[in-house]
């Protein structure tokens, strides 16, 4: 370690370089309209539907990009959002392709630490916004609201112990 950089610093420089998932990754952080189970099965074209966790990452905030979230940093904040854990690691590259697809060219894929209700932190990925500020807007995105608008049911949230408190302090469907 250089002696002016802080282990902060280091995992800084980790975090902003390294912006394409390691297909070990079996984490991802989804803060918008893939946080329904239901539609991430249809994205990815998984036989069934993805028990997800609550979580959220820190030094991030959304704006909104028309009726969706646009993930971009800010420090002092953090963002609530699930986290999809894939069970293997035979199709990662389809479902990255799959994930980068529908995100689209103004998003892309980023690694983050994870933090967990019951305090564990992973390393996962997430897609943040990489276009152009300008075109972002404050606002709040609602995932209910998004379900009922595409007639969506609620999303499948994992119940294994220990219970989440994020899931019990703050409705994770309600991003801010």
Not at 50 to 68: E, N, S, V, W
Not at 77 to 102: F, T
Request: hydrophobic content about 35%.
């Amino acid at each position: 370690m250089a002696p002016h950089q802080t282990p902060t610093a280091l995992q800084d420089e980790e975090r902003s370089t390294r912006t394409s998932p390691d297909p070990s990754d079996r984490l991802c952080f989804f803060y918008g309209s893939l946080m329904d189970s239901g539609h991430i099965a249809s994205v990815l074209d998984l036989v069934k539907e993805p028990d997800l966790r609550p979580a959220r990452i820190h030094g991030y905030r959304t704006m909104q990009k028309g009726p969706f979230p646009a993930l971009v940093r800010a420090n002092n904040s953090a963002v609530s959002g699930m986290v999809y854990r894939r069970d293997s690691e035979a199709d990662v590259e389809d479902q990255i392709a799959g994930l980068s697809n529908y995100e689209g060219e103004s998003y892309g894929r980023h690694r983050v630490p994870i933090r967990f209700g019951d305090g564990s932190l992973e390393w996962g990925w997430t897609f943040i916004w990489i276009g152009d500020e300008k075109e972002l807007r404050e606002g709040a995105w609602d995932l209910e609201a998004w379900q009922r608008l595409w007639g969506r049911r609620n999303t499948v949230v994992s119940e294994s112990p220990p219970v989440d408190r994020y899931a019990v302090e703050e409705a994770p469907n309600r991003i801010q």
